[in-house]
């Protein structure tokens, strides 16, 4: 079946627009390379973006090869960025089956399910 992603379905893409993930390929899958675990497909919004920069990530400002975030872009996050986040009151939304399920040996499903982003 391949890579499964936390609802234990085959991983879907994330983004290709901008491209995202720790391969640049669209998804959200890792390796033992990938120290930052970027697992979780998230929905970026202005107030993370700004917080994601005030602790020291710059994701909206574009450098070479890297266009700059800007809310609503899908971003392949390291799972425990995004923990750090959601205890901060700050999570963005997360499409759960584009987000690797190693993600669950960070973060309960129960709480990335209150998360969960809809294309509805």
């Given at each position: 079946?391949?890579?499964?992603?936390?609802?234990?379905?085959k991983?879907?893409?994330?983004?290709?627009?901008p491209?995202?993930g720790?391969?640049?390929?669209g998804?959200?899958?890792?390796?033992?390379?990938?120290?930052?675990?970027?697992?979780?497909c998230?929905?970026?919004?202005?107030?993370?973006?700004?917080?994601?920069?005030a602790?020291?990530?710059?994701?909206?400002?574009?450098?070479?090869?890297?266009?700059?975030?800007?809310?609503?872009?899908?971003w392949?996050?390291?799972?425990?960025?995004?923990?750090?986040?959601?205890?901060?009151?700050?999570?963005?939304?997360?499409?759960?089956?584009a987000?690797?399920?190693?993600?669950?040996?960070?973060?309960?499903?129960?709480?990335?399910?209150?998360?969960a982003?809809?294309n509805?």
């Open positions: 079946m391949g890579i499964k992603n936390v609802l234990g379905t991983l879907q893409s994330c983004s290709c627009s491209m995202t720790w391969y640049r390929d998804s959200c899958k890792t390796d033992a390379t990938d120290m930052g675990m970027h697992t979780i998230a929905v970026m919004t202005d107030q993370f973006l700004s917080y994601s920069k602790q020291g990530n710059d994701l909206s400002t574009p450098q070479i090869g890297f266009p700059g975030l800007k809310a609503g872009d899908h392949c996050l390291c799972a425990p960025r995004w923990k750090e986040a959601y205890e901060d009151g700050m999570a963005p939304l997360v499409n759960l089956e987000t690797e399920e190693s993600t669950l040996t960070i973060i309960d499903l129960d709480i990335l399910k209150q998360f982003f809809t509805s």
